[in-house]
């Protein structure tokens, strides 16, 4: 077991230097970062001033180790636009796309497991039939325009809670039905498909046959086992949640860490979108490791093996 | 109109059970006005092939059909109470303590995120009222019982630290905890070694007299029904054929259906030809080892399996060389080894001819290929689904440079040699049964005129009926064309009833060679002997019809 | 001893007029309610997307600041707009027949991109595994870690956003369900005696993967281009929503929710109504994937 999270921690390690190499050049392919740090109006003579200052002009394997080392520290370097240090930067930021994340998922986990595990024991039963229809939905409906849609009916028309802005809870729960709702059809359908497949295998059959009571049979023998992948696909849905905050964060104009990646993005300001894209791909790594121990610690044929 | 051998009570009495199939079926009922009785003490063996309805029966007994199977008519009293009429509750009661069932395949029969106690423990739990200390107890006496090795070891032990035997052990510990009237066995042994199933067959012997049960034993072997039962039943698409006491069924059959297949049985009755000693060498074997490294990586040991240690043979032309061995013999590797899916350590020789076939490697292996050709086990995998017969059985002819047309001529005479009609050529491999699957592999590896056929295992996954035909055929192409074949099979009787001269491995060495005769009447190696002696049914002369 | 004699002697062989595997597809098929309505739905969008120049009453692209914001027909409006205009006076009935062949295009074309990309690496891997099989698992980890939407919003961002550049980045970034799928088909595949069969029969590497492993992967393969062309819309959809998409005054879907946001107070129709557009195309599209695994799944449905 121990070998086996070694192995994964160093792949994991891997992972994240290629994906820092990655998000340092990709902004290196097209654009002159001097010119953009120069702005507009600058001159030839600004721009080679500039790309002297900042050492645009050394090799680029020189100012990928020189990034990297910083980056390590915590040191993203300044911002272009805000002229502060990206890191301050997308510290503020972070907590409330981590905010929005967490609640997002417990949302979607909320929903998705019990209906799933419930859509298992009764197929084409009538929760079933709703649940794929949930799914169905959730799987078709772009999240913006959800989120818009939802801002509409429940903001503009009822009320009830504030269209924009982080000020108190109630903002969070529109963003947070939105972003849990893009999570859930996945992690639904691979319950119901694990609990399915569960329970008509063979050990389930042993376990009636040994007169069981149902509820035994069903949460200690089956969900046991079919939670399983639904742990892995759970990280990866949080990674990609994170990730995709960039789109809700926008619509209900929460200042987050992806608010934050679109407002760079307009503006070129190339160290935060780098020190974004590292980070959000770091979210990814971590979460999907630590899924994978959970899993050793879940299953004990990786346990013991 | 049924005469019991036995004087006892019965536990079990179904009556009249019809469970009638889904429209799209090709038959109407899965069991068809079925009744039958279970007494005390007594091993009830119900005998059939595939799709007969017998695993059926004992599905519905325990309550375990999915829904879609329910019966029309009929009753299942036990102990006096119909199960059918019965609440969920109150049956499910039962299940576990009084009746209870044991099932053909224990590698996925315990589930695999619990330690064996736990589910030992469950049944306790759930029908008695216990405390956890004397639980612990009773488990281990009931894992003692069943001659489990290190009881306390077990006990906090996966399902997938232990061997296949070990854990149908723990399957028949869990369903014995409780004392049941009823016990039923699908299929125990099916999937396990010989020499295991032996010691699972001895258990039950023992079983029905320490627990009083009634145990139904639903096989489609009759060896082993030979071995365990005082009564069998015989049943054939959803129906008993025939019924009675096991000396009545199994020495003076009296039904066409259980008549064809006990003669089916595999059986020493081949009629030696004298293989001709002047015959050359078709392949020989020198050295072959195959050794596993499963590379270390920076933190992991680097760990070295050798799974065939220097084997050494060689078959004459015209010869069938049976290897036989259980399961992690190394028989499997040995033919991957052969046929050249896998390369064999550097010093091994395999000679075909005058050419090191062990060496080849790239366009060089393609083309000598054609010489060694195998059938394997599987006849519904070895097939691809999504090619017709005809692509099936020219792309070996073609790739060796035969064109289209002479392939397809030969396809199609080959077909005829193994009986089966020239105009399937456009079908798919879906529309055949396993045994015309069989045969249509066989075609395929005969298309390219092979020098040595290799079977794998070829007959294992069929009917015994449909077993008995292919292992003719095999025997008929032997003569008709003087292959070579070399035979792989776990099972001792049907190598008997096919090879020459026989090999038996054990991890990865041969321990035992010779000729049929020799082997089964004077085995000189230990662990033949031991093999030899688990063959169940030996006291059982089958007879004859012809 | 009993007997019961058999009366009718039924035997094990298979009839002959047995369906082939085909006939037993299309045969579920025209069964699947589901499959025969979305193809329909999808089949219909496609012919509106082609014959866009035919259908649209008006020029998408003309701008008539005098009849701005006027409402859809169902609202109030004239029928001279059926789904009304948007802020420059564009008809939008016009620009949402238009959007049709955006959302197809690119769809189609990015899923077609990600599916050869995906299925080389993912055969590849499945069936050499080893070392190829490391590389490939390795780079489908390091494309899963970036997040899609950050990294296509800053290559348009850098090289513009054309639907050229749209489609190709899409079609560089959504290939890893295909890696991940076909890797395991394939390994599955792999292990069936079939194909070692064919090697025994002296196949050639290449005839292998095209006549043993894909036609049996093919099934998977149709439901996850069907998927990831859904997915490829919904991104063209969101990055032309964010600014960074397909840009003015081309006729996406996206864009036209993006131009509607400002006016969400008072028309929320200008989101509604290609929002509901995106819905029908890319519901009828997971519905038409759903349905091609039920019915190509060895047991039928479910």
Known sequence: ?305 | MTKYGKKSESVLSIQNLTIPLPISGDRKYAVENLSLEVGRNEILCIVGESGSGKSITSFSTMGLLPKILTPSNGKILFEGEDLLSMTETKRNGLLGDKMSMIFQEPMTALNPCYTVGNQLNEVFKAHRNMSAKERKKRSLDLLREVKLPNPEILYTSYPHQLSGGQRQRIIIAIAIALNPSLLIADEPTTALDVTTQAQILRLFKELKDTHNAGIIFITHDFDVVAEIADRIIVMQHGQIVEQGSADEILCRPQHPYTRLLIDAVPRKTKVKCKIDVDKPVAISVENLSKTFITKGGLFKPSRIVEAVKSANFSVKEGEILGIVGESGSGKTTLVRCLIRLLKPNDNSKINIGDLDFSNLSGSALRAERKNIQIVFQDPYGSLNPRRTIRELLIEGPVNFGVSKKEALRRAKKLLKIVRLDGDILNRYPAQFSGGQRQRICIARALAVEPKILIADEAVSALDVSVQKEVLNLLNEIKIKFGLTIIFITHDLRVAAQLCDNILVMKDGQIVERGSVEDVFEAPKNEYTQKLLAALPGQNWEAPSFV | MSIIINKTNRTEMKTPTSPTPREVIIGRMKKHKGLIISFAVLLGLVLVALAAPLLAPHDPFKQNLLLRLEPPVFLGGSWNNIFGTDHLGRDYLSRLIYGTQISLLIGFVAALISAVIGTIMGVSAGYFGGKTDLVVTFLVNVRLSLPVVLVALAVVALFGGSLFVVISVLGLLLWDRFAVVTRAATMQIRNMEYVAAAEILGTKIPRILWKDILPNIANQLIVIITLEMAHAIMLEAALSFLGLGVQPPTPSWGLMISEGKPMLFFEPWLITIPGVALFILVFAINMFGDGVRDVSAPEGRN
């Open chain 1, 1 to 305: 077991m121990f070998v086996y999270i070694l192995k994964r921690f160093s792949s994991a390690i891997l992972v994240a230097l290629t994906v820092s190499i990655i998000s340092f050049s990709l902004l290196y392919l097209s654009s002159d970062p001097a010119a953009a740090i120069a702005g507009e109006n600058a001159s030839g003579a600004d721009i080679e001033a500039v790309r002297k200052f900042y050492g645009f002009d050394r090799p680029i394997a020189v100012q990928y180790f020189e990034w990297l080392t910083k980056a390590i520290q915590g040191d993203f370097g300044e911002s272009y636009y805000f002229k502060l240090p990206v890191s301050d930067l997308i510290f503020d930021r972070l907590s409330i796309t981590m905010k929005l994340g967490l609640s997002g998922m417990i949302f979607a986990l909320s929903f998705a497991i019990p209906l799933g595990v419930i859509a298992s024991i009764q197929p084409n039963s009538l929760i079933d039939r709703f649940a794929l229809f949930l799914s169905v939905m959730g799987q078709a409906v772009p999240s913006f325009w959800l989120g818009l849609i939802l801002i509409v009916v429940f903001s503009i028309n009822l009320g009830w809670v504030p269209a924009s802005g982080t000020d108190s809870f109630q903002s969070y729960i529109l963003p947070t039905i939105v972003l849990g709702y893009y999570a859930m059809p996945a992690i639904m359908r691979l319950t119901r498909a694990g609990m399915l497949d569960v329970l008509s295998s063979d050990y389930i059959r042993t376990a009636r046959a040994k007169g069981l009571s149902k509820r035994s049979i069903l949460f200690k023998h089956a969900l046991r086992n079919a939670i399983i992948p639904v742990v892995s696909l759970a990280a990866v849905q949080m990674g990609f949640m994170l990730g995709g905050a960039i789109v809700t964060e926008s619509v209900f104009a929460l200042h987050g860490a992806g608010y934050l990646a679109w407002e760079s993005i307009s503006r070129n300001d190339l160290p935060t979108i780098q020190a974004l894209i590292l980070i959000f791909s770091l979210f990814f790594i971590v979460f999907t490791f630590l899924a994978d121990i959970l899993n050793v610690w879940l299953d004990p044929r990786m346990r013991l093996n």
